[in-house]
């Protein structure tokens, strides 16, 4: 099973600020996916990346996916208390999984009013 | 409904006790998926099912552990003689299945406490 890790583990900010999390493997994923999780919910995805340095725009949130397809990135921009989650990145298991998904560990963030 | 559904949605145990978790995925949804998450972590793969087959149950942390999905809709996740390691958010997900990378739809969990 190919392993994700995520940095930083906890992020407190102000509303307006911008920032960066951080997802990373040694091992090379097919396509890497972002979910962000609710206190009492299930995760929910915001995207799915699956080319070597593609770079996709959701309103304020930009993502990246590394060149080599073992990191991807997460950027906020002018941060809201609504983003306050928990960020987690997934990928597939093994390079053969189509769903079988791994994730890492999450970025707790918490946007401050 | 238009989501996945879980219940119940909290579960206390004493240790020792057998429980059910029960999923109702979205209606059509050929593939459905547990995992289980601990405090503060991510999600971890548990099993999974096209249909009623379970093609995947390498996650299942030990025998106690039993999925099924008979009729290839709802499933029901089994723990027998609960401990309190056990204790975790047990999430359900389902999705359209038979491409890769298609998306799961997660349900809000049931966070089972074996005390």
């Known amino acids: 099973t190919q392993l994700l890790e995520q940095s930083p583990q906890f992020l407190s900010i102000q509303e307006g600020e911008n920032l960066t999390v951080y997802c990373n493997s040694s091992s090379v994923f097919s396509s890497l996916q972002w979910y962000r999780q609710e206190p009492g919910e299930g995760p929910v995805l915001l995207v799915t990346?699956?080319?070597?340095?593609e770079v996709k725009k959701l309103k304020r949130l930009t993502f990246q996916f590394g060149d080599a397809r073992k990191d991807s990135s997460l950027h906020i921009t002018a941060a809201q208390p609504g983003d306050t989650g928990l960020y987690l990145c997934?990928?597939?298991?093994?390079?053969?999984?189509?769903?079988?998904?791994?994730f890492g560990p999450g970025t707790r963030l918490s946007v401050l009013p | 409904g238009a989501g996945v559904s879980q219940s119940p949605r909290y579960k206390v145990a004493k240790r020792g006790q057998d429980v059910a978790l029960r999923c109702d995925p979205i209606s059509g949804h050929v593939s459905l998926f547990w995992y289980q998450q601990a405090l503060g972590q991510g999600p971890e793969f548990l099993t999974y099912f096209q249909n009623e087959a379970q093609l995947d149950k390498s996650g299942l942390p030990s025998d106690r552990f039993f999925a099924e999905r008979p009729e290839g809709s709802v499933s029901t996740l089994k723990i027998q003689r609960t401990q309190q390691e056990d204790s975790a958010v047990y999430l359900c997900a389902s999705s359209l299945g038979g491409l890769a990378g298609a998306e799961q739809y997660f349900g809000p969990g049931t966070r089972l406490t074996v005390t």
């Open positions: 990346v699956v080319t070597g340095g």
């Open positions: 997934a990928g597939p298991r093994t390079p053969l999984a189509g769903q079988n998904f791994v």
